[in-house]
């Protein structure tokens, strides 16, 4: 009876997420110029078109009524819509249909890899709970409702961890060096290669970064990258953001005037707060990740290192929680201390409800500074919450074998 009712109820939350999924869907492909793809979609047809891929188009105008006048511009390095180039031959609705397809199939395919490294294997209540959790998750949601790159980037991150663990370092600094030209904020991984000795695996991935944009300053032209970074630059007006769970989101939330909700303090001078906050992440971050010798270590390392980038990158939004799924499944599987602490169960229950809170109730009490702190920055909150567990399981491991 009990795992009848187990079944039920993965069912019902899977279910309900798909109506969820599908109505974010149709909004970002018809009300939204297909958002985020839009932007990459329009960036690739002025290419080819011979125009300015980084200049205004229908994706990067939302006009939405929080900021009627700001644009969304594309963040991403020209070389990296080398990959849009067959989607740009097709026309939006195709285009999309299609980007849509081929994401999904990277998520099917990452998690293949994640079950066979982890050993799973498949009930029915487990394939039931995946699913529902894939769905409810605030990551797909986010990519849902943007069509952003994600999942793609899941595939080459859950690659490039599966070669770490298994000690292919060529292999893994390719796939990292990869993501790292179209990513920045993946640079966290060069102290990390560096202060573990892995040498030639950070040459590896520096020079696998450096061949892309290479090779993009060949085929688009230095202007097309002054432009970008250009693009970059206009990046903190909107952090604000609900879905952008980094820290200066939830500082810019907190301490500015911004346009989705009451600020908790109108004090712009502590937003610059959040370098410091980001700083003391990255430092501890380094120094857990780095003198781990313990069982899993590779594992805790890009778990750690994933999340924590997360945090420190000033645009974390929510759907590149998706990149770290491999290692922190396989933290979660290896976890050797069974009794649990009140704090972690709290933990857990932050990172549970905020990961699969639904995204059309994040501005519920938008006038309320409580909930600019709280609903509205719910996604930090599960983001730190992780970090904290990550941290956390390699300290009560250590302690563990200790005993």
Partial sequence: MKSVLVVVALAAIGIAAFVLDVALMHA?????????????????????????MYASNPATNLRFVEAPELQFLNMNPPHFHLLVLPFAALQPERAVTLWLGTSLFALIVALLVISRELNVSWTRVRLLAVTAGTLAFAGTQSFFATGNLSLLLLLAMTMCWASARRGRWTAAAVWLGACLSVKPFLLIFAPYLAATRRFRALGILLATAGASVAVGLVIFGAGEYRAWYAALTQSGDWAWGVMNASLLGVFRRAFATQPIGTPLLVAPSLVNGWIVAAA????????????????HAIDRAFALLLVAAQLISPLGWIYYLWLPAGPVAAVMASSAVKRRAALHIALVLIASIGFAYPMPFLLAFRNHAWA???????????????WLLLIDDRRRSSAHLVN
């Fill in 372 to 386: 600019t702190l709280t609903i509205a920055s719910i996604y930090f909150w599960a983001t730190l919450a992780l």
């Fill in 28 to 52: 970002m492909t018809n009300l939204l110029h297909m958002n985020d793809f839009g932007k990459f979609y329009y960036s690739t047809r002025a290419f080819l078109d011979g125009t300015g």
């Fill in 280 to 295: 003391l992440v990255g430092i501890v971050t380094l120094v857990r990740t780095i003198g781990d010798r313990e069982p």
